[in-house]
């Protein structure tokens, strides 16, 4: 790759970059150029050696083959350490100090890569043991779990990395969005990211089958009834005989009409091969994206920001500014590509070798991940309830707890709350750095400016006080039915039609006032970003709440309870 430039060439950092330019001092096998012909001091070929000798520095000579550098001293031989490595090299290899600020990623997005690799590595060893088959897999489950030597342990790594897992990619993804780092030219690593999160909770969904008790059994057959629940509507209408795209999409899922052998075989695959592929493919393309991108997002004035780590730019600190992009800077490949990236453009300054700052602090991250797995496993055992029995239904039939925001929804309409709502949901957040066309700032927390963190908490507010008023109004009175029997109304409102209720029910009256919260915000403020701010804050407290509701306080039928012995005892 070779640079043309019509500007001077950057000045290296002071104090920051110190020995950018330095050669690091010549070693056998290292000669700066990542050669790996040994040489002798003088510069000439080394001794092959006796049979002896080879012998005795046959482990340094294994470790030369594979390792070309030694153990680097200078920037340049950083800059190799990462370069000469294939995973290393997932990163540029430099980067920015503002990029090393803890406050910057939160670690979030390697604590979800580091959970994905427990739960793949623990996932392969439950194979071993486990049998995909409805006769065997609860059995082969208990064995895991009693008698396998270190099983239960391996078991509830498993479950626990993969709750780990939802919860860290939920956080990266939400810091992502708060501090507008999807922004150009991130859109579609942003994109590409929902697609990630969707994985992720698929593999989750599906995994949930794999026991075969009866947990398992009631959640997928719930699952499934979300995939068959637009027949609610064609029901409603009566067209289902010759349109019927719910049973479509079930059958689809399930290979047959209810959760059975068909059903079970299709969650195995998804869960073991298609989904961790998928995911380790899509992640590959998201990381590399994250270089090609420019590295992580940082605001034009990121060097003011990075908190004391960097000197104040000024006329005793020229290097702040040192760099100055030519309008005609490009890159050229060989003379066979031209062309600009987001790199193109931007100088050294402020950054650092990633090697081994940023290796450091990301293996810190994983380190506190499995340390965190380890020791959930250790006090917490993965549950397994009864063998799953077709004809005793689970009640209440709990989907995993982060679907029960959702399960709290699809009571009132599965239709409406388990499929338009979250599509839309989807739909509006791919949407989000195609509406909000600004570049600058990225990369800042709530955007202070223009008074995102007020704006978020108002929201905050606001979509707790929609949640709980409308939830209560529909756990205290029911909902429509019943509100005008033995009025004068009639019969219509005695008793409205079932369209009716699928489409003017709980879930979608907050989803109604959530956006006429957003719409009143953008109107009041004229900006994209705090109404999608304020939209994205009011969906994340109606989740929280929705999601509490649904775990603690719904009970037999999803009946409201305070408490979970106010349940009755048959
Ligand atoms: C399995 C799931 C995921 C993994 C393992 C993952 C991993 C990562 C990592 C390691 C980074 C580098 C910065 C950091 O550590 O935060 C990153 C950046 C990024 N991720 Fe993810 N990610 C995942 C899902 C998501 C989701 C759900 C979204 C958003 C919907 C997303 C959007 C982005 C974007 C836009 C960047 C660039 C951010 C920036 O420049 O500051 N990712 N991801």
Redesign the pocket.
């Known amino acids: 790759m070779t640079q043309t430039d019509s500007t001077p060439p950057s000045k290296p950092t002071a104090g920051l970059a110190p020995d950018l330019d330095r050669e690091s001092t010549p070693r056998a096998g290292d000669d700066g150029a990542g050669s790996p012909i040994p040489m002798n001091r003088d510069g000439g070929p080394l001794d092959t050696g006796t049979f002896t000798g080879n012998l005795r520095r046959l482990l340094t000579n294994a470790r030369a083959a594979v390792f070309r550098t030694g153990r680097p001293t200078s920037d340049r031989g950083r800059t190799q350490r990462v370069f000469a490595n294939l995973f290393l090299h997932v990163h540029s290899t430099r980067i920015h100090l503002n990029s090393l600020r803890a406050s ?2 939160m ?4 604590a ?2 580091a959970s ?1 690799l427990i739960a793949t590595i623990t996932g392969v060893l439950l194979m071993i043991y486990y049998t995909p088959a409805t006769e065997l897999a609860y059995r082969s489950i208990k064995d895991i779990h009693y008698t396998v030597p270190t099983g239960r342990f391996i078991r509830n790594l498993h479950r626990w990395s993969a709750h780990v ?1 939802v919860i860290t ?1 939920l956080l ?2 939400l ?2 969005f708060l ?1 507008a ?2 922004r150009r030219p ?1 859109e579609f ?2 994109v ?3 697609g ?2 969707a994985i ?1 909770l698929g593999l989750s969904f599906t995994g949930y089958l794999l026991p075969w008790d009866q947990l398992a059994y009631w959640a997928a057959t719930i699952g499934a009834n979300i995939a068959g629940s637009p027949r609610e509507l064609t029901d409603a209408v009566g067209v289902t005989s010759w349109f019927d795209p719910g049973g479509f999409f079930k059958e689809l899922l399930l290979g047959a009409e209810e959760v059975g052998q068909p059903a079970l075989t299709r969650f195995y695959l998804l869960h073991v091969m298609v989904l961790p592929i998928l ?1 380790a493919a899509l ?1 590959a393309v ?2 590399w994206r ?1 270089r090609k ?1 420019g ?3 940082r605001p034009s004035d990121a060097e003011l920001r990075a908190g004391g780590l960097l000197p104040p730019p000024g006329p005793d600190n020229p290097s702040a500014t040192a760099f100055v992009p030519g309008p005609t800077k490009t890159y050229g490949l060989m003379a066979l590509v031209r062309g600009r990236t987001e790199a193109v453009g931007r100088g050294p300054e402020h950054t650092i070798p990633a090697w081994p700052r940023a290796f450091r602090a990301e293996l810190a991250a994983a380190v506190i991940v499995v340390a965190l797995c380890m020791l959930l496993s250790i006090v917490s055992d993965a549950p397994l309830k009864e063998q799953a029995n077709p004809l005793v239904p689970e009640n209440p039939a709990k989907a995993p707890w982060y679907f029960l925001g959702v399960q709290e929804l699809v009571s009132f309409s599965a239709f409406m709350g388990g499929l338009v709502l979250p599509g839309l949901v989807v739909l509006g ?1 791919a949407l989000i750095p195609f509406l909000d066309r600004q570049r600058d700032p990225a ?1 800042v927390w709530f955007e202070p400016r223009i008074g995102g963190r007020r704006w978020f908490l108002v929201s905050l507010v606001v979509g707790a006080a929609v949640t709980v008023g409308v939830e209560a109004l529909a756990i205290r009175f029911g909902w429509i039915r019943g509100w005008f029997a033995g009025t004068r109304l009639g019969p219509w409102f005695a008793d409205p039609p079932q369209l009716l209720i699928i489409f003017i029910n709980p879930a979608t009256v907050i989803a109604l006032l959530f956006s006429a919260w957003s719409i009143w915000v953008y109107r009041a403020t004229r900006s994209t970003r705090l109404a999608a701010v304020a939209l994205t804050a009011a969906a994340l407290i109606g989740f929280v709440i929705l999601t509490w509701i649904g775990t603690v306080h719904r009970g037999p039928n999803w009946d409201f309870y305070w408490r979970q012995s106010d349940w009755p005892v048959h």
């Open positions: 910057a990623t670690g979030m997005g390697i979800a890569l994905f897992m990619v990266h993804g810091r992502v501090t780092s999807y991130r690593n942003w590409l990211g929902l990630l999160l992720t995911l992640l998201h990381f994250v991108d590295g992580l997002a957040l990369g």
